[in-house]
């Protein structure tokens, strides 16, 4: 089912200089942020099923978390409006009402009902219970966890490793991903591929139960690698040395980063090649999963 008619398969291209020749690796660039103009990256794989599966059911209504900056609530709100259903973001945090972000404006634009709660009510957006309740509220939507995260979002991220393996003509050693609720990096593990996760949030660790967590009753998965110093100190914070790095990669490769994602997976993968960290030969497929809607810089 071709769901907005996505640019799929997305483009892959190498990414060379003398940074890859001296490490003697291949590094290339898998080019999901090209895959839909507002339903971008890896936001458009991980809803792609849970779209499908809401109109099975007939539901009129999509419910999501997220975010006063989330590229999820954004994808969300646009790929709802776009086929026809009312969607309604759940927002982390009360006082966010009273202010305009661009994010919750393009929401807003979308038609997208935005329910702002506090901090300690969105903790709770796993728990069954919470889960029940806003259900009753608003009139049994089709819910849609935070980030698109779900055994949903697994299938929709693999179809992106399959287009790699036959892009490539052979799998490559690992993929490399920016982490946030770790549903890509799932997704890639769950097709059998290596994954690089790079956390962009400071304390990622956690990350490594979740995505097993995500994967449990499955088979035959990759392996993990998970790194958590690439944070810069924080969810959305950055640093002048992330802003100089994404701007030195456009003028090197002439493909755009944001700051949230990324930015600091490409800044740590980057390390890492330099560092010797890689065995010669290795091939390395980097995903730009997208969101920049979310670029605030520059
Ligand atoms: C949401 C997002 C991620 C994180 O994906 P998860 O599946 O939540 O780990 C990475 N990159 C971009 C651009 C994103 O919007």
């Not at 991903?177 to 097709?191: E, K, P, R």
């Not at 810069?232 to 700051?259: C, M, R, T, V």
Request: aromatic share 12%; charged share 20%; with cysteine.
């Amino acid at each position: 089912m071709d769901l907005l008619g996505p640019t799929t398969p997305t483009p892959l291209q190498e990414l060379s200089g003398k940074f890859t020749e001296e490490a003697g690796i291949r590094l290339f660039i898998k080019r999901d942020d090209l895959i839909h103009p507002t339903v971008s990256g890896n936001k458009w794989r991980k809803l792609k099923y849970s779209l499908v599966k809401a109109k099975a059911e007939n539901k009129s209504t999509l419910l999501t978390f997220g975010g006063a900056y989330s590229n999820h609530l954004y994808a969300t709100a646009a790929a709802g409006n776009a086929l026809g259903f009312r969607t309604i973001g759940i927002v982390r945090g009360e006082e966010l009402a009273e202010k305009e972000t661009p994010t919750l404006k393009f929401c807003r634009e979308q038609h997208m009902q935005l329910h702002f709660v506090s901090r300690q009510e969105y903790r709770q957006k796993h728990s069954e219970e919470y889960l029940l309740q806003l259900s009753g509220q608003f009139d049994f939507p089709f819910i849609i966890p935070e980030g698109g995260t779900s055994g949903l979002a697994l299938k929709g991220v693999a179809e992106m490793v399959t287009e790699v393996r036959s892009q490539l003509a052979s799998a490559p050693d690992f993929f490399a991903v920016a982490a946030g609720t770790g549903g890509t990096a799932a997704g890639i593990l769950y097709a059998n591929a290596n994954v690089l996760a790079f956390s962009a949030l400071k304390g990622g660790g956690f990350l490594e139960n979740e995505i097993q967590a995500l994967l449990a009753g499955y088979e035959n998965m990759g392996k993990l690698k998970l790194f958590t110093d690439y944070h810069f100190g924080g969810y959305a914070k950055w640093n002048p040395e992330l802003l100089d790095f994404i701007e030195s990669f456009k003028n090197n490769h002439g493909i755009q980063l944001e700051q949230v994602y990324t930015g600091k997976m490409f800044f740590g993968l980057f390390e890492l090649i330099r560092s010797g960290y890689f065995a010669k030969g290795t091939v390395i497929v980097a995903v730009h999963t997208g969101g920049l809607q979310g670029l605030r810089i520059k």
